[in-house]
């Protein structure tokens, strides 16, 4: 079954042709990051009608990568939430007048399940069961995944997202957005040992997280350094992704030690982070665990995620061919 997958849920547009076997065939994919910039963040109008502009050439774009023809489709997949109301809906409507028109099935995905799936895309493939750490800008989750669709929630977020964090937290530091990636960069160049800020619920019993804390301890730093001073900010930069990344860790460990499970899978756009990558694998070592990512170009949103899980769903009988004009779900 060849999937054509669209999400738009936030700022990225991505449309991708993925089957269960074969994988990833083609991704195209368009940042808003630009366009949202000058605003410090993802402004839900400007991003419902850029992704009107840029979904339909995306689509060929896939298509033409994947040397394919829109004939050769066998179903089609969308986000379906959560995310921006409106972001969605432009995903949902295309994906759905494709199926009205071609008389293909229309297959609603959850974004979290796109992003929990996407580590199967990298080789090797990660087997089932495994413990996922989701952290994205507007989830921190551990789950237990025993197959497609057989998900149970272990722990999550009290408060802010680990993405959320780092945005917020670069926000109070004067970095652009999206804070992520540039409070890593900053850290690059600074000493995480000059500050020393909480670790919310590292040492509690539970698999849950609390980050927001955090920020109104990066603020009080702020307020008693010069905010002139490059390197007290990169040291504040890299004290602050140390707390994140270690608090990340702790919890993921704690999960595999819990379930008795070895494969820990990371996805979300804070996946990205190179230091949660290196701890986590330093981590795992010892425990005769392995830490598995998606590729790095499909850690943050994208289409492949979504047409690979509607393959999967589709292979593992758990999604409805006969889900087509009849249906219309967007869940923002
Ligand atoms: O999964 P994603 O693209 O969108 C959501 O579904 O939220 O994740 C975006 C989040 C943002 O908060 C961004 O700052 C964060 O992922 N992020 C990073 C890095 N790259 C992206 N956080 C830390 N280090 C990075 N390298
Ligand atoms: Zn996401």
């Known amino acids: ?16 042709v993925a089957s269960a076997g074969r994988g990833l065939l083609a991704h195209a994919l368009h940042s808003q990051i630009d366009m949202h910039r000058e605003y410090g963040g993802v402004v839900p109008e400007l991003a419902s009608r850029d992704h009107i502009r840029r979904i339909l050439p995306l689509a060929r774009q896939a298509l033409e990568g994947a040397g394919l023809s829109l004939a050769e489709v066998d179903a089609v997949a969308y986000t379906a939430g959560p995310g921006l ?47 996922a750490l989701l952290v994205s800008g507007g989830h921190t989750q551990l789950m237990r995944v025993d197959g497609v669709g057989r998900y149970a929630l272990l722990g999550e977020t009290l408060d802010d997202a680990a993405g959320e964090a780092f945005d917020k937290t670069a926000k109070l530091l004067g970095l652009g957005y999206p804070g992520g990636p ?42 008693q350094i010069d905010a002139a001073d490059a390197q007290a900010r990169a040291d504040l930069a890299a004290a602050t992704q140390d707390a994140i990344v270690s608090v990340l860790v702790a919890k993921a460990a704690k999960a595999l030690a819990q379930t008795g499970l070895q494969r820990l899978v990371v996805a979300g756009g804070v996946g990205a982070n190179r230091l949660l990558r290196r701890r986590l694998a330093a981590a795992l070592a010892p425990l005769g665990g392995a830490a598995f990512f998606p590729p790095l170009e499909l850690c943050t949103d994208n289409g492949a995620m979504i047409a690979f899980a509607a393959a999967l769903r589709l292979r593992a009988g758990l999604a409805d061919p006969s889900l087509r004009r009849a249906s219309f779900t967007v869940r923002p």
């Open 1 to 16: 079954m060849i999937v054509l997958g669209f999400e738009s849920s936030c700022d990225e547009t991505g449309v991708a």
């Open 85 to 131: 109301a409106g972001a969605l809906l432009v995903g949902a409507s295309v994906a759905q007048a494709i199926a009205w028109a071609r008389d293909l099935p229309a297959i609603p995905i959850h974004h979290l399940e796109g992003h929990l799936l996407s580590p199967l895309l990298a080789e090797p493939r990660p087997a089932f069961p495994f413990v």
């Open 182 to 223: 540039a409070l890593a960069r900053l850290a690059e160049s600074g000493d995480a040992g000059r500050f020393d800020l909480p670790r919310p619920k590292l040492h509690s019993p539970d698999l849950d997280f609390s980050f927001s804390g955090l920020k109104t301890a990066v603020l009080t730093r702020m307020k």
